[in-house]
């Protein structure tokens, strides 16, 4: 049985999923939804949030749990954590900081330049959607936007913190960068891309599969952030190490 991957295609979240399964080169069909149509397909499946991967035995309805899925059925030189006990701990303390801090952190800045420009958020999200999920999204935007905006608490306040955070994040990723060469130790895996995959947004890295990433209107922040040592990281992972198997996608 092919896996089935259940998305809103340009989710940081969905992308940490994706990543994970191409690295460790799973068979799996993406279900692509829109905001909201989403729930229907998780609900279904078990969940409400995506992503959610969805194999022959079971659902997994956390990022978290999806990467130790995958790193329990990859092979030996595909494994996403490593194996000493105490390596494995430090990984996923600092995927779990990732994913409480840095991901709700960059998706609101996200949402506060986005709302406020809808044709700008079209333009960046525009390759990871089909025909009718563009013409569907800009329908039903008006509404959606509001459902985000209340959903994530997005003001002018909230998207301040967020860029502390953000910025934290990145200062502390580049810290561990200055004392190894990957940021779970001595190779690539699910420190790297959950770091890559959850700071995407705020540095728009070219060769991600769902964001317009030759847009040339950068924030002044995304640029600054670009220019950190975990800003330049997560430039040289999406140029060096995300490799894409085209699975099928199926946009709902």
């Given at each position: 049985?092919t896996?089935?991957?259940?998305?809103?295609?340009?989710?940081?979240?969905?992308e940490?999923?994706?990543?994970?399964a191409?690295?460790v080169?799973?068979?799996?069909?993406?279900?692509?939804?829109?905001?909201?149509?989403?729930?229907?397909?998780?609900?279904?499946?078990?969940?409400?949030?995506?992503?959610?991967?969805?194999?022959?035995?079971?659902?997994?309805?956390?990022?978290?749990?999806i990467?130790?899925?995958?790193?329990?059925?990859?092979?030996?030189?595909?494994?996403?954590?490593?194996a000493?006990?105490?390596?494995?701990?430090?990984?996923?303390?600092?995927?779990?900081?990732?994913?409480?801090e840095l991901?709700?952190?960059?998706?609101?800045?996200?949402y506060?330049?986005?709302?406020?420009?809808?044709r700008?958020?079209?333009?960046r999200?525009?390759?990871?959607?089909?025909?009718?999920q563009?013409?569907?999204?800009?329908?039903?935007?008006?509404?959606v936007g509001r459902?985000i905006?209340?959903?994530?608490?997005?003001?002018?306040?909230?998207?301040?913190?967020?860029?502390?955070t953000?910025?934290?994040v990145?200062?502390?990723?580049?810290?561990?960068l200055?004392?190894?060469?990957?940021?779970?130790?001595?190779?690539?895996?699910?420190?790297?891309?959950?770091?890559?995959?959850?700071?995407?947004?705020?540095?728009?890295?070219?060769?991600?599969?769902?964001?317009?990433?030759n847009?040339?209107?950068?924030?002044?922040?995304?640029?600054?952030?670009?220019?950190?040592?975990?800003?330049?990281?997560?430039?040289?992972l999406?140029?060096e190490h995300?490799?894409?198997?085209?699975?099928?996608?199926?946009?709902?």
């Amino acid at each position: 049985m092919t896996a089935r991957l259940i998305t809103i295609p340009f989710s940081h979240y969905c992308e940490k999923a994706r990543w994970a399964a191409d690295y460790v080169g799973l068979a799996y069909r993406e279900d692509a939804f829109i905001p909201g149509a989403h729930l229907l397909a998780t609900r279904r499946a078990g969940g409400r949030t995506v992503p959610v991967l969805v194999t022959s035995d079971r659902a997994y309805t956390d990022s978290s749990d999806i990467l130790a899925f995958l790193d329990s059925v990859a092979s030996d030189e595909r494994k996403l954590y490593p194996a000493r006990a105490s390596e494995r701990r430090d990984v996923e303390a600092f995927e779990d900081a990732c994913n409480r801090e840095l991901g709700p952190a960059t998706r609101l800045v996200a949402y506060s330049y986005g709302l406020r420009d809808p044709r700008m958020l079209m333009r960046r999200v525009a390759p990871s959607l089909g025909r009718a999920q563009r013409v569907a999204m800009r329908f039903t935007f008006p509404l959606v936007g509001r459902l985000i905006r209340r959903r994530y608490r997005v003001n002018d306040e909230n998207a301040a913190r967020a860029r502390e955070t953000t910025e934290r994040v990145f200062a502390t990723a580049s810290e561990r960068l200055a004392r190894m060469p990957f940021l779970g130790g001595d190779r690539f895996g699910a420190a790297d891309l959950t770091f890559a995959a959850l700071a995407a947004p705020a540095v728009m890295p070219p060769g991600h599969p769902s964001f317009d990433t030759n847009a040339t209107d950068l924030t002044r922040e995304q640029l600054t952030l670009r220019a950190t040592p975990a800003g330049a990281y997560v430039l040289r992972l999406y140029r060096e190490h995300r490799e894409h198997r085209a699975p099928a996608r199926r946009p709902a």
